[in-house]
């Protein structure tokens, strides 16, 4: 087949769309498609590499389950989730950055007093008070917004990971007082591998890449008024921060704790939030 064939498959599977009701799912589609064509034509790719792309994608899908999602997984590791987040969650001045989503989020959890500590059984780690302010981008208080928070285990699990674990231990949500803020007991977070015994496990390994999160803490912050804030603060001194498996580093998220007169370890960061008509431009 010569070239102008090549193309002309490709113009006819974009304009087998042209009808599509969903005129924004025709738009992306007719993208992708073209750059997926692209890519074939480019690497001369083989009917049996294809059939693996296709085996790869199916062992994907089937290992998905309501505790493990490997396509959130497939999506970090690429960096498609923090390129999506980019493009989505633009910082004006003063703003939190935003960072992934990640796989392991459980769905909200019960509000809990401010002060509280968010472990539901004793873990060897060294303990750690975090406070928290949230304010609007004009810097008001943010009075009843819901924070939630999760983290890792000291064994680099999640709760939905290790049956071991109590349901929501290390999960909790809170609620801002009138000056913005809150505060929860918690021990240190620690660095992690993303599950690596999968398909996504296999493609890293293939790629002599490590599977390693830097250690870090989720917070999900939403209030009126405001554009929801995903983001995690990072620790810093962690090996993995300039190597996260899956990008979500930035350096106004990564946080030094404080040693208290007790020995304990103490984090203070300020959350700004975005006005809710803020655009992808900021």
Known sequence: MTDSSFAAITQSAIDSMAKAPNARLRDVLSVVLRHLHDAIRETRLTAAEWEAVI????????????????FILLSDFLGVSMLVDALNHASGSGVSESTVFGPFYAGRQPILPVGTSILKRAEKGASLRMRGTVRSQDGTPTSGALVEVWQAAPNGLYDVQDPAQPAGHLRASFETAADGSFAFETILP????IPDDGPVGDLLQALGRHPNRPAHIHFMITATGCRPLVTHLFIDGDPYLESDAVFGVKSSL?????????????????????????????
């Open 55 to 70: 085996a790869f994608l199916t062992r994907t899908g089937e290992t998905c389950s309501a505790e493990r999602q490997e």
């Open 190 to 193: 620690v660095s992690y591998a």
């Open 254 to 282: 990564v946080v030094r704790p404080q040693r208290r007169a007790d020995g304990s370890l103490a984090i203070d960061y300020p959350f700004t939030l975005a006005g809710a008509a803020m655009g992808q431009d900021g």
